[in-house]
């Protein structure tokens, strides 16, 4: 099947202006009649039910959470993106959108990433007239940093805690609608399933978490908020309870997914200490905009500080390795995510990395505290050295952090043509859900503005123009395939409640993503994929024989909610392989060992595999199809990433 | 009229409410123990009683005794009403004994402002109503010769029942004749339980106006980096400290002196 | 480490429920608070026993989802931290840990630990916003902010929602969490239109969900995860009885766009 991403022709700069006056619109005394179910309260999902909302379109939202301000968006710490070139440094829209393009490592689209530059501007008007207290200086006007990746100060932030400030001011418009009536929010409700009619998404199945309660709920258009797949390691920046589910589900139904294999692993986390571990936190990459990344010279070093006999700070400057600075003078600590993480890996695989397991390399900040102070250090870093601090027990003004890379985002996601839709019509996906902008890798700073992008600037445009064409009709909730649909969620609930083997489904969950880590993680081969494919596969036999499911669906029941979710990583798990299996090639996150320079670094091949590959579900136990979305390329050169 | 209802059942205008019958009050004690301090001056209650009588008889003061006595109850009443809605926001308690950080003050205002309104009735019905109301206060005859200062003090028992006071001047001598308060005072101060419960109830006031003080400007949002710092100091030394300990030492200083007696 | 758990456990909200004994043995001073619960649960799931239900999402101190009366304190004995980012180090072997979900009349238990702060949202739905559409707002830069005053507002807006003051408060007051919103968008230049109406529309809202009164005992600034100061209090009291007793704007039904 081809797939048309319904990128409109003309000149980049004109692209979104004109596809935004050729959409259809919908009559303001019409809006009323449609109802628009806006699943995921995030940046992406309460920005677009707010704005929706504010046209005049019904919306139902729904979220697992106690409240729409919790979802994970929130934990975001650096920054959002934006070319206002308020530094007056040489930034520009064009360049906003070559930076993503490169960083992506040019597997995204040009149409959309110049589109998502070119809306970044209105982001920061629009989160700054809700009240959202970015930093300032002190003549009062905004403050930017540079941000990994980027040689222009574009980044706005609000201390350490940036994702939450702009998720509450999005919290703050979508308040303002459900006290006007105009969004109805369900809290503490899961979404299960995605209700098809004639190949037309209208409608989703809810699970209601406090009284297990199954419902139907109908809609004009489905919008699908719910974030990336990171948990599928088991271990990641994301949220517990983040999840797959409902992008799954709707991948069940007809969706396709897109370039599942493109994880990024954030560089600068806090290494794991044992088993117990339930998640990993991430530290701003900002912190690499002052600290320096070492590990040292010898593996002799290494086995001291491992041992603990000796400490960092008696480590000598000469038996140190600044490998970052040392191998990209000219970006130094600041080259991409996927560059740092990869290097740090490097340093550990070559038996020269430190703390009580190894896995770790130094992120040293003497320096920055001898040249600014401690005060101006904590200044800019001082939640995130507290955070540090209340984790591992050190003190990084004292002593240098310990980091290590971890799953943080996933590129991948459902696949979504210019307009945000899926191949299923009626079916949208935002913000991380959808596989759009960011090609194999995303820059820093780069999520938020996506997230808010597409809920608030784009998503009212193209939504309207698919409302228009089917008209304001209301949605038949008795058409069968609704009591279908619901019936088939209750079935697979109470399979999974019957589930009564010797092994809990967090253990599965653990196994899985050890398997995940290891052969589908940083570095990626041909032979361990394979053998993954067979692990996660016999995994997922075992987890629908052995697992564990205790309670009744008529409760809260936290292991029932997890039993499902991991059922659908299971899933996920094996087209994640099969897709880095597919791509023989390396670029951006996703590196295969078979394709890299001689100096080390990815290496494209973008003869063959300058596509988006979009996976089809063909039904259980049968082997999904691959189809191509050739990428091209008009106004970027293509080139070998290089950070020297 | 409804939208100032309003303002007053909420919850922020009840705190209003409490705040500034607290303030008034507190403005009051500063003049209470100031005029109190004619106790502590040796003229046989001579300065004492004609303040107490100043102050029961000047007509503006008279309406100012007024207010401070519905300040009280409002004071009290609306106190009451706050824990009660306090009590029924958390209808079920812990297990474990709060152990966050709160001065042990702002916890137990309720506790503290009861005994206070135990000791207002007992202060009030010993002195103020015996004073005001029955004839069980004497009256005392103060003689002064203007040119000397000498004072001969006597008894004195008006024929008419319904004497207030007098003051007249025969040559060079003033004569003032006014209830004796000061020997109420005296004779109350002399019983050691009294005594003790007066020192009790003026920790209590102490601990109250600890946190009520700089509470009332907090709840009417009278904050400020610069000043707040100097309201705490005037609510720890002056009200905490400085007034309860001057009213604390009239009982004790009397009662140590009827012990000579 | 090897600890006694007092656990309050309680089927869903009409249900009674009571306090459990459990033996949490092997627990490594690096994990988290909930880690630790994570491994109880486990071996509860094991014996085919209900886990115990605790909200809990970000696991990193910033979704304000997971609660937690430990031992007499919200969020645990430390300061300025949350449940989730309390580690096991801050106890010693063989202590008995007595856990309670948050008590308020406006946080009903929903099962176990979990409560319904459903209350809160509603609070700020009542006026925690800014009247202002998607697009149509002016350049960001238009209105410069005095840096003090946008730290200040960040400060105040850095109140996670977990409602940890309402736990901690002896009154079950919700005026610390109110009043950080009322006081972030109070002092920035985009909140001045809505100023006087938003304070007296969240604290009517506030008032209708049965929340106590501040007595101004600070416990629930000691308590903040995210040190929201008592500062906010008095500003949000200073703009209500400023708007409830000097200004003409009465609590306006908000339009919010669309026809």
Redesign the interface.
């Known amino acids: 099947m081809s797939l048309d991403a319904k990128i409109p022709q003309g000149p980049l700069a004109e692209k979104w202006s004109k596809h935004k006056f050729n959409l259809k619109l919908v009559n303001p005394a019409n809006k009323r009649k449609y109802d628009v179910i806006v699943v995921g309260t995030g940046l992406a999902g309460a920005s677009a039910a707010a704005s929706l909302a504010e046209l005049g379109y019904n919306v139902k939202a729904f979220c697992f959470q106690d409240s729409p301000r919790r979802a994970h968006s929130i934990a975001a710490q650096g920054g959002i993106n934006a070319a206002k070139n308020y530094q007056n440094d040489g930034d520009s829209v064009y360049r906003l959108f070559y930076d993503t393009i490169k960083g992506g490592d040019y597997r995204a689209r040009e149409g959309n990433v110049y589109r998502l530059a070119e809306v970044s501007v209105n982001i920061i008007d629009q989160c700054v007239a809700q009240g959202v207290p970015f930093a300032r200086e002190y003549g009062g006007l905004l403050d930017n940093r540079s941000f990994g990746g980027s040689q222009v100060s574009r980044t706005f932030y609000a201390r350490g805690q940036t994702g939450q400030q702009l998720l509450l001011g999005a919290y703050s418009a979508l308040n303002r609608q459900i006290h006007k009536g105009t969004v109805k929010m369900y809290t503490r409700t899961e979404m299960l399933d995605v209700v098809t009619v004639d190949g037309q998404a209208k409608g989703i199945i809810t699970r209601n978490l406090t009284t297990g309660e199954i419902d139907t709920h109908t809609g004009h258009a489905v919008l699908l908020c719910t974030g990336g797949y990171g948990n599928v390691f088991y271990l990641s920046t994301n949220a517990i309870g983040s999840n797959v589910t409902a992008a799954w589900r709707a991948h069940k139904r007809g969706a396709f997914f897109a370039n599942p294999c493109y994880t990024q692993i954030h560089p600068t986390c806090i290494p794991v200490t044992g088993d117990h571990q339930s998640k990993l936190t991430l530290m701003s990459e900002s912190l690499r905009n002052d600290g320096r990344v070492w590990a040292p010279k010898t593996v002799e070093v290494a086995e001291k500080l491992r041992k603990k006999e000796i400490t960092a700070d008696q480590v000598k400057e000469d038996e140190r390795d600044y490998f970052l600075e040392r191998k990209y003078p000219s970006f130094g600590n600041l080259v991409p995510r996927d560059v740092a993480s990869r290097n740090a890996k490097e340093m550990v695989d070559e038996g020269r990395g430190v703390g009580g397991s190894g896995f770790a390399v130094f992120l040293d900040f003497a320096d920055a505290i001898k040249r600014l102070g401690q005060e101006a250090v904590a200044a800019k870093y001082g939640n995130l050295f507290d955070m540090y601090y209340q984790i591992t027990d050190e003190d990084p003004y004292k002593q240098p952090m310990r980091i290590y890379p971890a799953v943080h985002y996933t590129m991948g996601g459902l696949w979504v043509d210019y307009n945000l839709s899926t191949n299923v019509p009626g079916l949208y996906a935002l913000g991380e859900c959808n596989f759009s902008d960011h090609g194999a890798n995303r820059l820093g700073a780069s999520a938020l503005m996506q997230g808010l992008a597409d809920g608030y600037f784009v998503i009212p445009y193209t939504l309207g123009d698919y409302l228009a064409t089917i008209g304001p009709k209301p949605v038949d909730a008795n058409n069968p395939a609704f009591a279908k649909t619901k019936q088939e969620v209750a079935e697979r609930i109470n399979r999974l409640l019957a589930l009564k083997g010797t092994k809990t489904v967090n253990e599965y969950h653990r196994d899985l993503g050890h398997i995940m880590w290891e052969y589908c993680g940083m570095a990626r081969t041909e032979e361990g994929l394979t053998k993954a494919k067979g692990l996660i596969s016999a995994l997922r036999a075992d987890f629908w024989k052995n697992a564990l499911v205790v309670g009744t669906n008529e409760e809260v029941n936290a292991s029932l909610e997890k039993a499902g979710r991991v059922a659908d990583f299971l899933e996920l798990g094996e087209l994640m392989v099969d897709d880095a299996l597919m791509r023989r090639e390396s670029c951006g996150g996703h590196f295969r060992l078979e394709s890299q320079t001689e100096e080390g670094e990815a290496l494209r091949d973008d003869d063959h595999f300058a596509f988006v590959g979009a996976w089809e579900y063909k039904g259980d136990n049968q082997p999904e199809v691959l189809n191509k979305e050739d990428l091209n390329f008009e106004f970027v050169h293509l080139t070998q990433r290089s950070y020297k | 009229m409804s939208e100032i209802k309003q303002t007053f059942n909420s919850s922020l205008g009840k705190k209003l409410i409490m705040a500034l019958t607290g303030l008034f009050l507190c403005t009051f004690i500063i003049v209470h123990v100031a005029g109190n301090l004619f106790l502590f001056k040796n003229d046989d209650g001579y300065g004492f009683n004609v303040y107490a009588n100043f102050l029961t008889h000047f007509p503006p003061i008279e309406v100012v005794a007024y207010l401070l006595y519905l300040a009280i109850l409002v004071h009290a009443l609306y106190g009451l009403i706050l824990t009660i809605q306090n009590r029924r926001a958390r209808p079920v308690s812990y297990a474990v004994q709060t152990k966050s950080p709160a001065s042990w003050s702002s916890k137990n205002m309720g506790l503290l402002g009861s005994i206070l309104f135990l000791f207002l009735v007992i202060h009030m019905g010993d002195f103020w109503y015996k004073y005001k109301f029955t004839d069980t206060v004497g009256y005392k005859e103060y003689r002064t010769n203007v040119l000397t200062n000498e004072r001969i003090v006597s008894d004195f028992t008006p024929a008419d029942p319904s004497f207030e006071h007098s003051s007249t001047t025969e040559n060079d001598v003033e004569i003032v004749r006014v209830k004796d308060l000061h020997a109420r005072v005296a004779d109350s101060f002399s019983n050691v339980w009294y005594v003790l419960f007066y020192v009790l109830a003026m920790g209590a006031v102490s601990f109250h106006l600890l946190h009520g003080f700089q509470s009332a400007f907090q709840t009417l949002g009278w904050t400020h980096r610069k000043y707040s710092p100097v309201v705490k100091f005037i609510g720890t030394w002056l009200f905490a400290v400085i007034i309860p300990l001057g009213f604390a030492l009239m009982p004790v200083v009397y009662f140590i002196q009827s012990l000579g007696r | 480490m090897n600890l006694t758990l ?1 656990v ?1 456990r309680q ?2 909200a009409k249900s009674t429920g009571k ?1 459990v004994t459990y033996r949490a043995e092997n627990i ?1 001073p ?3 608070f ?2 630790m619960l ?2 109880v649960n ?1 071996s509860l ?2 014996k ?4 115990i ?1 605790f ?11 997971c609660s937690l ?1 430990i ?4 969020h645990g ?1 430390k300061k ?2 949350t449940t989730c ?1 309390l ?1 096991m ?1 801050s106890f010693h072997d063989g202590e008995t840990i ?1 856990i ?1 979900p948050w ?4 946080f009903p238990v ?2 176990d630990l ?1 409560v ?3 209350s ?2 509603r609070i ?12 149509g ?5 238009i209105i ?4 003090v005053i ?2 200040e ?2 400060n105040s ?2 109140c ?2 977990c409602g940890a003051c309402v736990a ?1 408060c ?4 919700a ?1 610390l969490f109110v009043s950080a919103k009322v006081s ?2 109070g002092m ?1 230049p ?2 001045q239109p809505e100023r006087w109406s938003r304070v007296q529309a969240m ?2 809202q ?2 209708a969900e ?10 629930c600034e ?2 903040c995860p995210k040190e929201i100061t ?2 906010n ?10 708007a ?2 000097f200004r003409e704007e ?1 609590v306006h039904e ?6």
């Open positions: 007092k309050w089927k869903d306090m490594s690096d994990m988290s909930l880690e994570d491994v486990e799931t094991l085919g026993d209900e886990p239900h909200d809990h999402d970000c696991r990193e101190g910033i979704c304000g989802m009366y031992n007499g304190r919200p004995p300025a931290i980012q580690h180090r007595t309670e008590r308020a009349g406006p929903i099962k979990i319904d702060r459903s809160f949202d700020q739905q009542a006026g925690g916003f800014v009247s202002v559409n998607t697009g707002v002016p350049d960001a830069n410069p902010i005095p840096k946008a730290d507002a960040f807006a850095t996670i929602g901690a002896k009154n079950a007051s005026m972030q968008l920035l985009q909140g604290v009517a506030m008032d049965g929340f106590g009164n501040c007595t101004n005992t600070g416990a000691a308590e008592l500062t209090i008095s500003r949000m009291n200073n703009d209500f009885f400023s409830k007793l009465g908000n339009s919010g766009g669309g026809e």
